[in-house]
C-alpha cells in the first residue's frame, strides 16, 4: 500500500503539467504559438526612483540571462500569444561594498491582458549601458522576476 502511494504522488505533478500543456495547446491557433525576438533596446531599464513594493506583473519565468557587451539578453517564458508583452526592468541603486559590487533587478512582465494560454519563450535584448556606465565597474546581478514563483537568476558583467 505504501508504494502505491508513493508512486501516485510522483505521478499527480506529471499528469497536472501535461493537462496544462494540453489545455494551452488546444486554446490558441498555429499563429500565436511563434515566438518573436524582440529587437534591442524596446525593454526599458530604470535606475531608482522605485518603491519596490509598488511593482507588480504578469507571471513568467526567467529561462536564463548572459551579457553580450553592454546589451542583456534574457531568456523568458510565460503563458500568452494574443497580445503584445512588455518587460521592464528595475535597478535598486543600493549596491553591495563587495568586490565585485552585486545589485538586485526587479524585472516586470506585463502581459496587456493576453489571456490565451500557449506557453511562449522569448529571448530579449535589454540595453543595460545605463546600469554599466552607473556602475563604472565589473559587478553581479541578482535578476529577480516580479510576482512569479520561479527564483532569481545571477549573471555577472565584465568589460572584457
Known amino acids: 500500500m505504501h508504494k502505491i502511494v508513493v ?13 496544462i500543456l494540453v489545455f494551452a495547446a488546444a486554446g490558441c491557433d498555429s499563429e500565436s504559438l511563434q515566438s518573436n525576438d524582440l529587437p534591442a533596446g524596446s525593454e526599458k ?6 518603491e519596490l513594493t ?12 548572459r551579457f553580450i557587451g553592454n ?9 500568452g500569444g494574443c497580445a503584445d508583452h512588455d518587460f521592464r526592468l528595475y535597478a535598486a541603486e543600493a549596491v553591495t561594498r ?20 500557449a506557453w511562449l519563450t522569448e529571448t530579449l535584448l535589454i540595453d543595460a549601458s545605463p546600469l554599466v556606465e552607473w556602475l563604472d565597474t565589473p559587478f553581479i546581478m541578482h535578476l529577480h522576476p516580479v510576482d512569479s514563483t520561479p527564483g532569481s537568476v545571477t549573471v555577472s558583467w565584465d568589460a572584457q
Open 71 to 79: 546589451q542583456l539578453e534574457m531568456n523568458v517564458y510565460f503563458s
Open 7 to 19: 508512486h501516485f504522488r510522483r505521478l499527480v505533478p506529471i499528469a497536472v503539467i501535461a493537462v
Open 54 to 65: 509598488e511593482l507588480q506583473g504578469d507571471a513568467f519565468a526567467i529561462k536564463s540571462a
Open 45 to 50: 531599464l530604470q535606475i531608482g526612483g522605485f
Open 98 to 117: 563587495s568586490i565585485p559590487p552585486q545589485l538586485s533587478v526587479y524585472a516586470v512582465h506585463d502581459g496587456n491582458g493576453d489571456l490565451c494560454e
